[in-house]
């Protein structure tokens, strides 16, 4: 499905630490589609050569799922089917690990004039306002939120600006921004 094959992850994450990336994100986008989470083997090895933080998403579903990618050396892990199937999810990782391991992951597609938070990869709608959903998300105790436009997700066509205007300024926790950024000017706007 448009996938792309582009080299192993751990070199990848070696090279871009020692280019001056200050974190890493590893996140299996179909994990819970297809029932898994198995990112600890990569996140082990990454961890014992690259010496930033690293976020870790995909298929994470209970606590004990958080332990082990904290255990494989995981620094934050990011939630997003799991939360919004159980956003009591959020505030029981950040009662027991602190607000900053806790990244709500939200992928969101432009609907009727607004933004609907999806899951799956932006394949399954939710029918929850991703607006609402983010200053829920930050109420619950997350400590920052991964906004994905699915709309633009791929394209390198450049970032929502729109998407990212309502939300990012209004909150009190850092967003981090995924989606569409294909060049340098992508990021200063």
Known sequence: EGRRVIGDPHEHAVRYANEGADELLYMDIVATLYGRNQLTDLLERTTEDVFIPVTVGGGIKCLSDVKRLFDSGADKVAVNTAALHNPSLITEIAQKYGNQAIVVSIEAKRVNGGWEAYTDNGRERTGKDAIKWAFEAQKLGAG??????????GTRKGVDLDLIKAIGPKLNIPVVISGGVGCPEHIKE
Request: overall charge negative; glycine content about 0%.
């Open 144 to 153: 920052e939120i991964l906004l994905t436009s699915i709309d633009q997700e």
